[in-house]
């Protein structure tokens, strides 16, 4: 080798090492995981996941809608922003008995099906999401004017712990029907329930709430209330 060559080569080889030095190590990588936690937020919600998973990029996710449709789509979240969006106040009542009360932004499923176009023989869809949780809902349940794909909490985008930049509100029946982290929604002859059936007993495929009792966490941590069943709107 040339003394130029070896002198090129030296410098080179320098610089490489420096640019590794400057670069972090794989293992030191830490990623942000959704954790569970029983301490309520500042809304009053605890939070709860199938599965530990990162949050989801907003700048590639993208809604994957098919099935039993016309017209299969990939909508982006700016997509999805772009339908006529509206807010509600809903309570969000957990089968473990606590509930709060949020503001929750989003659109109607209404629009996405004169997107897609069903096809008569779609008789439910199939709600998939990031942490592998999945529900189904028939089509007459999804038309209901208060379930809501959420897009915004309080005026502000969906936080991660809440299952952004996508979830699911259905006021009617506990949470665990209200899917996080959604990812596709398939559009099937037949529903099956809910994964929750797979879990435990205190599931039901439906996911009514019941009449009993709530302690509605956002009211305070000692608030005991007795409630009729369906959406709360008492308080």
């Not at 990588?29 to 990029?57: A, C, H, N």
């Not at 099935?67 to 957990?94: A, W």
């Not at 869809?125 to 909490?153: Q, T």
């Not at 329930?193 to 435990?200: E, L, N, R, W």
Request: proline residues 8%; positive net charge.
């Amino acid at each position: 080798m040339s003394f130029i060559n070896r002198r090129k080569f030296l410098t080179a080889t320098a610089g490489a090492v420096a640019g590794m030095r400057a670069m972090p190590f794989i293992a030191d990588v830490k990623q942000e995981l959704l954790i569970p936690t029983d301490k309520p937020d500042e809304f009053g919600f605890r939070i709860m996941w199938y599965s530990t998973v990162p949050p989801i990029d907003p700048e590639t996710f993208l809604l994957k809608i098919g099935g039993l449709v016309e017209r299969p789509q990939s909508l982006s979240l700016e997509q999805l922003r772009r339908y006529p969006q509206v807010t509600q106040s809903s309570r969000m009542k957990c089968v473990q008995c606590w509930s709060s009360r949020a503001t929750w932004g989003g659109l109607r499923l209404t629009h996405l099906l004169e997107t897609v176009r069903p096809l008569n023989t779609a008789k439910a869809i199939r709600i998939d999401c990031a942490d592998k949780w999945y529900e189904y809902m028939s089509i007459e349940e999804i038309l209901s004017p208060r379930v809501l794909l959420v897009l915004s909490l309080a005026g502000k985008p969906l936080p991660d712990r809440h299952g952004a930049p996508l979830r699911l509100i259905d006021p009617s029946k506990y949470g665990y029907k209200s899917a996080k982290l959604i990812t596709s929604i398939e559009f099937v002859a037949e529903g099956k329930g809910s994964m929750a059936c797979d879990i435990g007993p205190y599931y039901t495929p439906g996911g009514e709430i019941q009449p009993g009792y709530d302690n509605p966490l956002d009211l305070g941590p000692n608030v005991r209330k007795k409630i009729k069943g369906g959406e709360i709107t008492e308080y």
